[in-house]
C-alpha cells in the first residue's frame, strides 16, 4: 500500500501553501472618507497535510507543542505585511478538509500557537476570538475579531471573510490569523475606548 503521507518540511508540518489577503478600507459604505488612517485587514494562512485525517487520535499534544513554531512564522508574516503599522485587533478560524475532525483546526490554534503572534502585535492581553469548521475546497469562513487588549471596545468589533480556491482538500488543514490596524470606520456605539484602554484617558 502506498503511503500518500508527504514529506515534512516546516517542523513536523507539511505545508503546501501560505496565503495572504489584505484590504485596506479608504471609506464607508456610504462613501464618507475614512475618520483618520484608512483600516488595514490582514489575514494570514497556512495550508497543512491533516497528519490525524481519516482516523481518531486520542492524544492531540505532539501537534499542540509543535504549533508554536506554525505561530512564530505566522508572527513574522503579520509583521512584514503590517509594514511598520500598528496592530489594535485580531482573531483566528481554521477549515478542516472533511476527512478530518474539527478538533484538528483546533489543535493547532490554542495558546501555543497563539502568544507568539500575541508577542508580535504588541503583547496583547484580550482573548483571541476564534471560529471554524469543515469544508470543501473553496469554503469561505469568516473571522472574528476584537480589539487586542480588551474585548469590549466595541469599535473593533468586526468580521473578515477570506475563502481560498484550492483548500482545504480532504486530508488537509487550514489554518487563519487576521489582524487589523485600527478599529471599524465611524464606530459610532459608545462604550469604552481604544485610547482608554492603552491608558491614555487614565485608564488601565
Not at 488595514?40 to 509543535?66: H, K, M, S, T, W
Not at 508574516?77 to 477549515?95: D, F, M, P, T, W
Not at 483548500?167 to 464606530?187: S, W
Amino acid at each position: 500500500m502506498t503511503d500518500l503521507t508527504p514529506p515534512a518540511n516546516f517542523g513536523i508540518f507539511h505545508i503546501r501553501k501560505w496565503f495572504l489577503q489584505i484590504d485596506d478600507t479608504l471609506a464607508g459604505e456610504t462613501g464618507k472618507l475614512a475618520d483618520g488612517a484608512p483600516q488595514r485587514r490582514i489575514v494570514i494562512a497556512a495550508l497543512l497535510f491533516n497528519p490525524c485525517a481519516g482516523r481518531y487520535v486520542e492524544q492531540l499534544d505532539e501537534y499542540i507543542a509543535a504549533s508554536g513554531e506554525l505561530g512564530a512564522e505566522f508572527a513574522r508574516r503579520v509583521s512584514h505585511a503590517a509594514n511598520g503599522q500598528a496592530i489594535e485587533s485580531y482573531g483566528k478560524a481554521c477549515l478542516v478538509g472533511l476527512n478530518g475532525e474539527y478538533e484538528h483546526g483546533n489543535m493547532l490554534l490554542t495558546t501555543s500557537f497563539a502568544d507568539p503572534v500575541r508577542a508580535a502585535v504588541g503583547g496583547a492581553k484580550a482573548w483571541i476570538p476564534s471560529a471554524g469548521k469543515r469544508g470543501a475546497p473553496g469554503t469561505a469562513i469568516d473571522i472574528p475579531m476584537a480589539h487586542k487588549d480588551a474585548l469590549y471596545v466595541r469599535s473593533h468589533y468586526d468580521t473578515i471573510t477570506a475563502s481560498f480556491a484550492d483548500a482545504p482538500a480532504p486530508n488537509e488543514v487550514l489554518i487563519a490569523f487576521a489582524v487589523a490596524t485600527r478599529g471599524r470606520l465611524h464606530a459610532r456605539l459608545g462604550g469604552i475606548k481604544a485610547n482608554a484602554i492603552l491608558g491614555q484617558d487614565g485608564l488601565r
